[in-house]
């Protein structure tokens, strides 16, 4: 199978949903699926934007016009779109580090600078962390980045609210008395281990909590795309984007 480019369905559904955006310029299909396709080669490779091979036409014009639609929230509303049937019997949360190459840094102050486009200091170095929520069979639902010193449970209400599930499964991180009550106030149930210094021991349902494997094997997909495994981009809109692309490709397989 041909990584590196989009396949005929995949393209087709994805142009019928460009097709929709009334702010953004499709012109040439042609034209716009070689644009596509060098986006998932620079994200396959890791490479430079400068390096991606000229069949894809001008680095600058690809990397500007990937830039205008990460401006214009369309990779943010591209998941929505496709992330529309999930299966909600659980909802699962997590969140994983990625290494931020030195070229991360040095996002101007007008733009909050590193703080304020999500990066920090870790055990793991200069990193971002990556926030998550997937269905049942581990498709991805939501995307958020903080500094990778950021904990886990900072992002839990964004990533669990309006979503109508029966369980919420997560790891220990997530054992906080205000987020339980949050779950059940969403008439759910938590799947979420106790910590170890709780005077009382909370039961959970041991069974169920297998099934947190399935974001975890979602995390192993998205971090086959180098540009995903490390962090390239100065500025968090742009690594979203990369992000909610890769997130797209596996709803579309």
């Known amino acids: 199978m041909d990584r590196v480019h989009l396949q005929d369905k995949e393209w087709t559904r994805i142009l019928a949903f460009l097709r929709t955006r009334q702010d953004i310029y499709v012109g040439n299909e042609t034209a716009c699926r070689r644009f596509m396709d060098g986006v998932v080669w620079a994200m396959r490779s890791g490479s430079q934007w400068r390096l991606v091979p000229t069949e894809y036409g001008k680095w600058n014009s690809l990397y500007k016009r990937f830039a205008r639609w990460c401006d214009k929230g369309v990779w943010t509303a591209m998941l929505e779109h496709f992330a529309d049937d999930p299966d909600l019997a659980n909802l699962v949360i997590d969140s994983t580090l990625v290494r931020a190459h030195p070229c991360a840094a040095g996002a101007p102050a007008t733009q909050g600078g590193q703080v304020g486009q ?14 998550l929520s997937v269905d049942a069979h581990g498709r991805p639902l939501r995307i958020r980045l903080t500094a990778g010193q950021r904990h886990d449970i900072t992002q839990a209400p964004d990533l669990t609210d309006g979503f109508d599930y029966a369980h919420l499964i997560a790891d220990r991180s997530y054992d906080a008395n205000k987020f339980l009550a949050r779950i059940h106030a969403q008439h759910a149930l938590p ?38 495994f490390s962090r390239f981009d100065k500025l968090d809109t742009r690594y979203l984007g990369f992000l909610c692309f890769v997130a797209v490709l596996i709803w579309l397989r």
């Open 191 to 228: 799947v979420i281990p106790p910590r170890a210094n709780r005077r009382v021991q909370r039961p959970y349902d041991r069974d169920l909590y297998r099934e947190r494997h399935v974001i975890e094997c979602f995390i192993n997909k998205i971090k086959q795309y180098r540009r995903i």
């Open 118 to 131: 999500a990066l920090g200091r870790s055990r793991g170095g200069f990193t971002t962390k990556i926030h």
